[in-house]
Nanobody, 122 residues
Framework: QVMLVESGGGLVQAGGSLRLSCAAS????????MGWYRQAPGEQRELVAS???????KYADSVKGRFSISRDDAEKRVYLQMNSLKPEDTAVYYC????????????????WGRGTQVTVSS
């Protein structure tokens, strides 16, 4: 069973910064795309940022220029550096891994983490 474990959430004042981290289980052989999604109360889950194994990144318009996604394939981790945080960034942030190949299994799977709360006060 592959697990994605997020960390780094918390409470921060507007204008502050947080760095989210997501670690995948060691049984993972490769991950094509890793990303961060968020879901605010009463809202749908939305893509915040994603990064492919080739390094191609994608960002939601609302976070461009403020957030930066990166990954460390050796450590099977993905990071989200969030700067200039705004109250509207408040949400539960979920790590996502697409096209995951597990050792000893030829299939590909998608996985979600359990989420980490980010709260930005005004």
């Amino acid at each position: 069973q592959v697990m994605l474990v997020e960390s780094g959430g918390g409470l921060v004042q507007a204008g502050g910064s947080l760095r989210l981290s997501c670690a995948a289980s060691t049984i993972v052989f490769s991950i094509e795309t890793m990303g961060w999604y968020r879901q605010a109360p009463g809202e749908q889950r939305e893509l915040v940022a994603s990064i492919t194994s080739g390094g191609t990144t994608k960002y939601a318009d609302s976070v461009k220029g403020r957030f930066s996604i990166s990954r460390d394939d050796a450590e099977k981790r993905v990071y989200l550096q969030m700067n200039s945080l705004k109250p509207e960034d408040t949400a539960v942030y979920y790590c996502n891994a697409e096209s995951v190949v597990v050792l000893g299994d030829p299939n590909e799977y998608n996985y979600w983490g359990r989420g980490t709360q980010v709260t930005v006060s005004s």
